[in-house]
């Protein structure tokens, strides 16, 4: 039942993807070069999107699918910490021209050179698992 609902959920946000163009490397260009307000738009609704869905789901005391309480523990601010790691996130963004959702996407439209990108995505994060405990937090 949770993998149908989850195929589902996928096959909606790739159209939602793909009608709104953030796919586009075109439209990723425009905003890493600030010549459109496009994507900053897209970024934005689901920024507050997810904020309403976040207040809504621990106002009203709504579980998770793994039957827990929705929670979360705000981050510390570190200036050189995340001024990095949005560095490298942005630059990998910037030159595959897709985030981690999209890159799912346009594996699904057929750029079959996203399997590169997911594997790598992938590596990347198994690294930082491995050094985790090494780095600054």
């Known amino acids: 039942m949770k993998l149908g609902l989850n195929f589902i959920l996928g096959i909606v946000f790739g159209i939602i993807m793909t009608k709104s163009e953030a796919i586009s490397w075109f439209r990723i260009h425009e ?6 307000i496009h994507m900053y738009g897209i970024i934005g609704v689901a920024v507050i999107l997810g904020a309403i869905t976040m207040y809504s789901m621990k106002k009203f005391k709504i579980k998770t699918l793994t039957h827990q309480l929705v929670t979360y523990t705000p981050m510390k ?53 491995v050094v985790q405990d090494k780095l600054p937090h």
């Not at 905003?31 to 459109?36: A, I, K, L, N, T």
């Not at 995340?82 to 560095?87: E, K, L, R, V």
């Not at 346009?106 to 050179?113: C, N, Y």
């Open 31 to 36: 905003m890493f070069r600030f010549e459109s």
């Open 77 to 129: 601010l570190n200036v050189k910490r995340h001024i990095i790691a949005g560095s490298i996130f942005g630059l990998g963004w910037a030159l595959m021209g897709a985030c981690p959702g999209p890159m799912f996407v346009m594996l699904g439209h057929g750029f079959l050179i996203f399997i590169v990108v997911i594997i790598g995505a992938t590596l990347g994060t198994f690294a930082y698992g």
